[in-house]
């Protein structure tokens, strides 16, 4: 069984190194941002991971497109490589100039955690509604200490950033953190107290942002939620 485990693991981290070669490929095709601004639902803002463009979240963009998000990307991240603190400024930078309100975040990874300062640190007047994120390393990755650069050395659990945005409990209830049973790059996996988790029988980092089950679990976190039902009055049994 553990060989089983193990042949499984390797298979998944090679197919997802594939999957993340392929969409850096397609980053420079001719699909633009103003593809995707056009819908009468709620607004979705993207922020994609480290080393990564929006273009690597355009299986989970055009799922909420075609049900009538108009769907925002921030080219000014760029790969993604600065300070949570600033790219979250830059985000919010960008809710103010287009004044989008009621905003649903969608993030990869990093962008994540992203969200979550800017829902916490920096939303004073109630822009973002809501996030999800699928695979972001909330609680840290341990392979961080091991990384040969401070922009990736930052996704340690003791980093000030990271720990500060484990005690901000209040918004993790706003926050649907949907994961694999096996991630590359987080072996601690996404699981966030008080969120609504949701692990999916997937395999792999950037892999996952293709996978039916994924854009399922994104497209239900996305949906409106139902009414809560009026309690029955006196007078509604009265003929």
Do not use: C
């Amino acid at each position: 069984m553990r060989n089983e485990t193990l042949a499984a693991r390797a298979s998944w981290a090679v197919r997802d190194w594939a999957y993340a070669v392929r969409w850096q490929l397609q980053s420079l095709g001719p699909t633009t941002a103003d593809d995707y601004r056009d819908g009468d639902g709620q607004p979705v803002v993207v922020i994609p991971g480290v080393y990564e463009t929006w273009h690597f979240m355009r299986p989970l963009m055009d799922a909420l497109h075609d049900r009538g998000h108009p769907v925002h990307v921030l080219p000014v991240l760029r790969h993604n490589l600065r300070p949570v603190p600033e790219s979250a400024a830059d985000v919010f930078a960008y809710l103010e100039e287009h004044d989008l309100r009621n905003v649903l975040v969608l993030a990869h990874s990093k962008g994540g955690l992203i969200g979550k300062y800017a829902m916490t640190r920096l939303d004073d007047h109630g822009r973002l509604d809501r996030m999800v994120a699928v695979s972001t390393p909330f609680a840290g990755s341990g392979y961080a200490r091991l990384a040969p650069v401070r922009h990736l050395r930052v996704f340690r659990a003791a980093d000030p950033v990271l720990a500060g945005l484990a005690r901000e409990l209040d918004a993790n209830a706003r926050i649907t953190s949907v994961y694999g049973v096996f991630d590359t790059l987080i072996p601690e996996g996404s699981e966030l107290a008080g969120a609504t988790n949701v692990r999916l029988p997937v395999g792999g980092h950037f892999r996952i942002l293709g996978d039916e089950l994924t854009r399922a679990a994104v497209l239900a976190a996305a949906a409106p939620a139902a009414p809560t039902p009026r309690a029955p009055s006196p007078g509604d049994f009265s003929r």
